[in-house]
T-cell receptor
Framework: SAVISQKPSRDICQRGTSLTIQCQVD?????MFWYRQQPGQSLTLIAT?????????ESGFVIDKFPISRPNLTFSTLTVSNMSPEDSSIYLC???????????FGPGTRLTVL | KNQVEQSPQSLIILEGKNCTLQ??????????LRWYKQDTGRGPVSLTI?????NTKSNGRYTATLDADTKQSSLHITASQLSDSASYIC????????????FGRGTSLIVHP
């Protein structure tokens, strides 16, 4: 299993500003992912964070809006840029060791944009 | 298109009662199916993971079943407790290609004393 921490756990931000969310894992992992969970909805994959290269974004998500860094195998950041109220969501970091293994999720970051 | 449908959307039961949550999927080719429990304000926690050859798996009071022929799964909760109040999410992954699983919208379970 993996122990995942996220910072901050929650934040309230003004529109037009940016917020960087950190994800720290207690062990080296191959795969790290960033998800968004809007109120009452299931999880939507934003991107796969690749160590040492650019993240792979899903349809509807772009690097300019959600820049991601992954400097090593235990850490990643997601930035939500130029925020609007529609970005209010829970953002979750997730890791996996293989395609057949379970995914482990962080506690999430609850973001509210005013 | 890969889809995962869960029912019911929400469920209210009394403490001590049993309940069953349903998951139907169209993900193909099938690799594995997972059930997660998500407490309010927390990230999802894995309950079970099943591959094609497994048709039942238990984790304490939680028992998941899988029928790969009909592409259905269920999660049975026995002798419910107040702490079982949460959202239960069914997640299905396909073989090969990207590692991206398909998430259901979840069933919101409320257990009343």
């Amino acid at each position: 299993s993996a122990v995942i921490s996220q910072k901050p756990s929650r934040d309230i931000c003004q529109r037009g500003t940016s917020l960087t969310i950190q994800c720290q894992v207690d062990s080296q992992v191959t795969m790290m992912f960033w998800y968004r969970q809007q109120p009452g909805q299931s999880l939507t994959l934003i991107a796969t964070a690749n160590q040492g290269s650019e993240a792979t974004y899903e349809s509807g998500f772009v690097i300019d809006k959600f820049p991601i860094s992954r400097p090593n195998l235990t850490f990643s950041t997601l930035t939500v840029s130029n925020m609007s109220p529609e970005d209010s969501s829970i953002y979750l970091c997730s890791v996996g060791y293989s395609s057949t293994d379970t995914q482990y999720f962080g506690p999430g970051t609850r973001l509210t944009v005013l | 298109k890969n889809q995962v449908e869960q029912s019911p959307q929400s469920l209210i039961i009394l403490e001590g009662k049993n309940c069953t949550l349903q998951c139907n999927y169209t993900v193909s080719p099938f690799s594995n199916l997972r059930w997660y429990k998500q407490d309010t304000g927390r990230g999802p926690v894995s309950l079970t993971i099943m591959t094609f050859s497994e048709n039942t798996k238990s984790n304490g009071r939680y028992t998941a079943t899988l029928d790969a022929d009909t592409k259905q799964s269920s999660l049975h909760i026995t002798a419910s407790q107040l702490s079982d109040s949460a959202s239960y999410i069914c997640v299905v992954s396909a073989i090969g290609g990207s590692y991206i699983p398909t998430f259901g919208r979840g069933t919101s379970l409320i257990v009343h004393p």
